[in-house]
């Protein structure tokens, strides 16, 4: 009996062994096509205190006084407080560590003054040792025959019907509220349009990619602006109209011709997921009011083309990567602001 038993448990153990041998060869496939398979990999960053993970982005800003130090402790603990992505890697492992290749789509909502919740959407790619940050911008044309404002005034050669840039009295009548600066316009055709979507692709992630580069980060940011009518909807980010003027309008409404580079750079920071660092209803008007120590920063000085996207900016960025999906993207979904 006992000989018996055991010819028929080794029989019923062969199949388990079989299907355990075809578990393990394909549970690394499947993780490798997984862009959020390193937050359960065994050599995922060990998580930190808030103070410990300011403590290490202050040693790579070491440019920033105690004043600049402050303020972006206060933006790091007020950004992940909001954030529905929950974890708190080392800054070193996020940017320098052994992490395996693949990529993750990453959105979700962030609340902006207490009053709204904005799209944050953005994907990130890990290759070789670097990091590579995506966006795809649908964007609806407006009409052909409409002037629009130009965000400079080098592109003469690249629109249809260029104006001369000329300070523009009447804006002080208007609702449209801009930085003061010379104002030029061109004719809305498809080459002013597409000489606008070159420009911005070319030039806005460039900030990002050249602070990046500034601290020593292993960053790539590539930022597309594409007619919406030839993006694949599954590839767009968000779909934005290109509305004619330079007026104040939410990042995740229109894009303004008008915005001059800088500025466009600040508002792909929020569907970065980054937040505003300037007094709440100075955003309204120029020039805003930051934080104190913020005026070094992207997003708290948008129009300048020194400000920086700071390591604490990179850190915020790329954190989310190491996160386990949220079951809720809009973590105050039911609070009342």
């Known amino acids: 009996m006992r000989q018996g038993h055991s010819a028929s448990a080794s029989r019923q153990a062969a199949p388990r062994r079989v299907a355990s041998l075809v578990v393990g060869l394909l549970a690394p496939i499947a993780l490798a096509g997984c862009g959020a398979s390193r937050a359960a990999d065994s050599r995922a960053p060990r998580e930190a205190t808030i103070d410990e993970i300011a403590a290490e982005l202050d040693t790579m800003s070491s440019s920033l006084g105690p004043a600049h130090r402050e303020t972006f402790r206060g933006v790091l603990t007020d950004t992940i407080a909001k954030d529905a992505y929950a974890c708190l890697p080392r800054p070193r492992d996020v940017f320098f560590g052994d992490t395996p290749e693949g990529e993750r789509t990453i959105s979700g909502q962030m609340p902006h003054y207490g009053f709204f919740f904005g799209p944050m959407r953005y994907r990130v790619a890990r290759s070789g040792d670097r990091w590579i940050v995506r966006i795809v911008v649908a964007v609806v044309p407006p ?48 080459r002013t349009v597409t ?9 806005v992630a460039a900030y990002w990619s050249r602070d990046a580069r500034a601290a020593g980060l292993p960053i790539d940011y590539d930022f597309r602006f594409e007619r919406a009518a030839e993006v694949d909807p599954s590839r767009a980010d968000i779909t934005l109209a290109l509305a004619t003027t330079c007026g104040r309008t939410p990042y995740f409404s229109s894009i303004r011709s008008g915005w001059s580079l800088p500025i466009l750079a600040h508002e792909m920071g929020h569907l970065l997921g980054l937040l505003d660092e300037y007094e709440t209803f100075s955003g309204m008007l120029y020039p805003k009011t930051p934080f104190p120590g913020a005026e070094v920063s992207r997003m708290g000085l948008s129009m300048r083309e020194s400000t920086r996207v700071l390591p604490t900016h990179h850190y915020l960025v790329l954190r989310r990567w190491f996160c386990k999906p949220p079951k809720e993207t809009t973590p105050f979904r039911d609070a009342l602001w």
Do not use: Q
């Open 143 to 190: 009409e052909p025959h409409v002037m629009l404002e130009v965000p400079d005034c080098t592109m003469g050669a690249e629109v249809d019907e260029p104006t001369a840039c000329a300070e523009d009295p009447a804006r002080e009548t208007t609702l449209e509220v801009c930085p003061p600066r010379p104002r030029g316009l061109a004719r809305a055709t498809e």
């Open 195 to 203: 000489a606008l979507l070159h420009r911005y692709s070319r030039a």
